[in-house]
């Protein structure tokens, strides 16, 4: 899993004033929880922001009070209107102890089958996970260079080392689909040899 610093400063005021304290003075607040004990932080909303535009599952190593915490995302709550983020809840990784999270999905090579006119469908941009977080990788890795038109790769297809996927075993994370324009040409070719 990618890792990120961050440097957070511990929260005296916990309520909803301070909170909105925070939040006036450019500050997120947010909590670590899983561990020993919860931890109520804050932290700039421009080093946050600089790491929500990542679309990796991140491990985020955040500094709060003179100690360093091994964090995932777990909830970010955001404003009902202005869309901004107002609350942060990290989970705390803990060795040996299993974990929620999504991994991105990333294809690799050229399909056959968009070779020969298809196209590829990626249903799935993100995957649901649990594992221990020793186990949790960077991405979900597809190699799709032998798909064929009408193939798919389902996600009881994908093998991760100790890691089970939470999503329906039978569903199509990618597939090749034959285009209209293709269905056309088989379409007229297949009128074409009923003549002869």
């Not at 957070?8 to 020993?36: C, D």
């Not at 056959?112 to 977080?133: D, M």
Request: aromatic share 4%.
């Amino acid at each position: 899993m990618k890792q990120v610093s961050l440097s957070g400063s511990p929260r005296e005021n916990v309520g909803r004033k301070g909170a909105e304290e925070l939040r006036r003075n450019g500050r997120i607040p947010g909590v670590i929880y899983g561990g020993a004990s919860q931890v109520a932080f804050s932290i700039l909303k421009n080093d946050w922001d600089k790491i929500v535009s990542r679309p990796d599952t991140l491990q985020i190593n955040i500094e709060v009070g003179g100690k360093t915490f091994a964090t995932i995302i777990q909830e970010t709550q955001m404003h009902p209107v202005t869309d901004k983020v107002t609350h942060i809840d990290l989970l705390e990784l803990v060795p040996g102890k299993m974990v929620r999270t999504t991994l991105p999905v990333r294809t690799t090579g050229v399909s056959e089958g968009v070779r020969s006119g298809g196209r590829l469908l990626q249903n799935y941009r993100k995957v649901r996970i649990i594992a221990k977080p020793e186990f949790i990788p960077d991405e979900i890795q597809l190699d799709i260079t032998d798909l064929k038109i009408g193939d798919m790769i389902r996600v009881r297809d994908i093998q991760l080392e100790g890691c089970t996927l939470l999503e329906a075993e039978a569903s199509a994370v990618v597939s090749v689909q034959m285009t209209r324009a293709a269905m056309a040409d088989a379409a007229a070719t297949a009128a074409t040899e009923k003549k002869k």
